[in-house]
């Protein structure tokens, strides 16, 4: 058995989202074998479990990420010694180990892959104190925890660190996921293929220049990177082509090097060096067949891109000459001897003709990328081997099955419907533009109907959890959005209130200013305001 955490970047942390994916309640629900919360105390519902483990991660204002999700697989020929209570087991053993046995947790098991897998989504803030654990280089934890569950209940023993901590050429976790799901090789094992020849001329190298000219010959340079260095492919700019140069080795950290070297030079007059070799993310299936359908995988995805792109290009070309037609109409309206107040509603009204414009422009464009995605629905080498044997390709199935570890790509969530957005969002704008030429109302009637449009567009789009609202005005003017629930937000023009303690609420209330004022935002406690600096908001705050 191996584990891995599924790494989410904070603005993504949604504990609800992924444990409704663990329990499988999509429309297809046919993945899940069994599933269960612990740590809840109100009992053993599911759902109930959710809202709880939503209510404590909304007393920790502080910690950007909440949400731990652990994903352990099975071998094929464990299956029959995994029972409902041994999943159980072992999972009480992971939450032990990592410190979370107090914590809330929803657990499932999946059987949608070739192997038996669990998901568990640990509450990552204490239920009583409301403080955030986390465990320092979990990864050395989780390996000892596996290779004792296998030895306590009789499953296949699998390598782990602990075997392999002695080898400095073993690929990284993050790497390794990337060749799993790939079936390409990554650059950090790219970089260490060539790890005894780069140390050999390191040696003899008596400059930084030496060392830049040795690793050019395969296709890498040396930069700084924050406190340190790290190696990069020379011809992509991808983060993931990138390694800290201290991983290959102890004698590249900037440390050592400054101290042979002097202070690092940039380099120069590189077109000079003979390159032996480059970074092309090779297969890793041995297969002596694989050659012919490499190539065909490469033409199509070169094919995807090329047509996606030109795709875009159209796209920019309309919604730039969209942007420069209104931009002339609103001048031309400018020139004009108007009123103020009557330039100021004709601009407003221009403005939102020209959004209805770029709603339908953009959403005209879906439709050609859909049949891309279509024609071509591989993005990946394994993907492109997985949909020629699923054509029913001996040859594919064959060069996919050399390859013993080959973990199939899970989506944690279903695929966003741009289509689908972009409908949403062309049928927003064309209401919005028709309060704005009503007649017989006042302007200030006016922007309530519009706030109110834009809070059912951010409920529709945001999928918050909060599918519905009610609304009021005061006789300040305020509009006052009820959420399910109880929480409130009140949008009084100059700033964007919402209630204390609800994380939902908080959300909302987000996404609606943002949509109000843009990026341009800044947050006091419960109290959103426009100001003139951009900055983001970030999850502390």
Known sequence: MISKRVFTNADNDNYARLATYIADAGPAGEKCLMNWCEGMLGGEDYAEGIAEAKDVQARNTRAASKTYHLVI????????KLTPEVFKTIEARFASALGYTDHQRHCGVHKNTANLHMHVAYNMIHPEKYTCHKEFRDFWIRDRVCRAVEREFGLTVDHGIEQSSSDRSRVNEKARQVEAHTG???????????????????????????????LATRGMEIKPHGNGLSIKDRHSKKATHAIKASALDRSLSLKKLKARFGAYQPPHDL??????SRYTAEPLHRSPERGQLFTEYKAGI?????TLQTVKDREDAALAAIRAEWAAKRQELERKNIAKKNLRRLLQIARKHEAEALAIARLSFQEPRRAVRQEIPFTSWNGFLQYKAGQGNEIALAVLRSRKEIVEPEQAALAKDWSRHGQERAEYVVRERAVLEMGGISGKAKIRLQAVLRMEQVLQQNRLGVTEC??????????IFSLQGGAR??????DVLFSAGSESAKQAALA????????NLELFGNKIMKTAQRERISPER
């Open 271 to 276: 077109d000079r060096v003979k390159e032996l």
């Open 489 to 494: 937000i009140r949008d009084n023009g100059e």
């Open 73 to 80: 697989s099975f071998r094929p020929e464990d299956e029959e």
């Open 302 to 306: 070169e094919a995807r891109k090329a």
């Open 184 to 214: 390409q090789q990554s650059f950090d094992s790219y970089a260490k293929a060539h790890r005894e020849e780069i140390l050999h001329s390191l040696e003899a190298a008596t400059s930084w220049q030496d060392i830049h000219a040795a």
């Open 512 to 519: 609606y200013a943002r949509k109000k004022w843009g990026k």
């Open 470 to 479: 009610q609304h009021h005005v005061d006789r300040k003017g305020t509009v």
